[in-house]
């Protein structure tokens, strides 16, 4: 058998053409700020996606780029300026910050009903206790790629590989409110082969090319690959053994092209969201 390939770049440019139609009903262009600290080369080339995809969905977004040596005191004050700014919808700090800045407490500072990324406290309190609020982008993707793949949750054992703050624990939350039976395995996890065999739904978010191999899963699973890996050739690979999965898999996301396209979409989708719910 062979998996049928779950497109992440057209489920997210549906996604996109959707926000733009709801863009064009407002009588307002919906405020996007990306805050960069550096000029970290990775996330330079995901920013720019980021403006052109948001200016492409009708937003009024920009990057506010601050030097490599900028201050925890001075972005603080960006974030105070841009809470305090009513054409400013949505606000996202890009991280990896500099050493000389407690990310933490940056995230802390921001408004929770402009946390587009979903990371504030307030925010990841409301996804645990099932209530409404502004959902990390990645998982809140990957429901999208859930629900477009047709994976049936109500009931399904469904395993997340992983348990950061931005992908993992928000990930198990959300299946949860869909009614799937949720386990969290880690690097303590002791037989992680065996939890994952188990999974009819196995989302990886861990950041190792290919662990996730071919006798870890279940004939007929739907496998989720959050994993962004940079091989030492310089091409991406997931946190999936792609080819060897996909023998036993009933449908599979490829990277890129599966999760990726999905994230920068659910920010566009926070953006409006967040907009709806501040100005009406
Ligand atoms: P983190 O490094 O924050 O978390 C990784 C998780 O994987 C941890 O919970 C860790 O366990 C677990 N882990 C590490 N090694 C093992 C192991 N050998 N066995 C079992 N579990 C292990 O990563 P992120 O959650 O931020 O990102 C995960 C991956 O997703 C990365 O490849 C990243 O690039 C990618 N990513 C992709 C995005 C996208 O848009 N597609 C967005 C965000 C991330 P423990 O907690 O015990 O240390």
């Not at 700020?33 to 080339?45: E, F, K, L």
């Not at 603080?76 to 841009?82: E, G, K, Q, S, W």
């Not at 990310?103 to 406290?121: S, T, Y």
């Amino acid at each position: 058998m062979s998996a049928r390939i779950i497109d992440g770049k057209a489920v997210a440019a549906e996604l996109r053409a959707r926000v733009a139609a709801r863009v064009a009903t407002l009588p307002f262009a919906p405020g996007l700020r990306v805050v960069r600290v550096g000029d970290d080369p990775a996330s330079g080339v995901y920013v720019r996606n980021k403006d052109r995809a948001a200016q492409g969905a009708g937003l009024n977004s920009a990057t506010m780029q601050m030097p490599a040596d900028t201050s925890e005191a001075a972005l603080l004050a960006t974030v105070a300026r841009l809470n305090a700014d009513p054409e400013v919808d949505g606000i996202l700090v890009q991280l990896p910050l500099p050493p000389q800045i407690d990310a933490l407490k940056v995230l802390a500072a921001i408004d929770p009903a402009k946390d587009v990324d979903g990371f504030h406290a307030m925010n990841a309190g409301l996804l645990a206790t099932g209530q409404r609020g502004l959902v990390p982008c990645t998982p809140k993707g990957v429901m999208h790629l859930l629900a477009a793949a047709g994976a049936a949750l109500p009931g399904a054992r469904a395993v997340v590989v992983g348990r950061s703050n931005i992908v993992g624990k928000p990930m198990a939350a959300l299946l949860l409110a869909a009614d799937a039976t949720v386990t969290v395995v880690h690097s303590r996890t002791r037989d992680l082969a065996a939890e994952c065999r188990r999974a009819e739904i196995l989302v990886a978010a861990v950041g190792r090319a290919g662990m996730v191999r071919g006798d870890w899963v279940a004939e007929g699973a739907t496998v989720i690959d959050v994993g962004i890996n940079r091989l030492p050739d310089g091409r991406l690979a997931g946190d999936v053994d792609f080819a060897a999965v996909r023998q036993h898999a009933g449908a599979i996301t490829p990277v890129p092209g599966g999760v990726g396209p999905m994230t920068i979409a659910c920010l566009l989708e926070n953006t409006v969201e967040a907009a709806i719910a501040r100005r009406g």
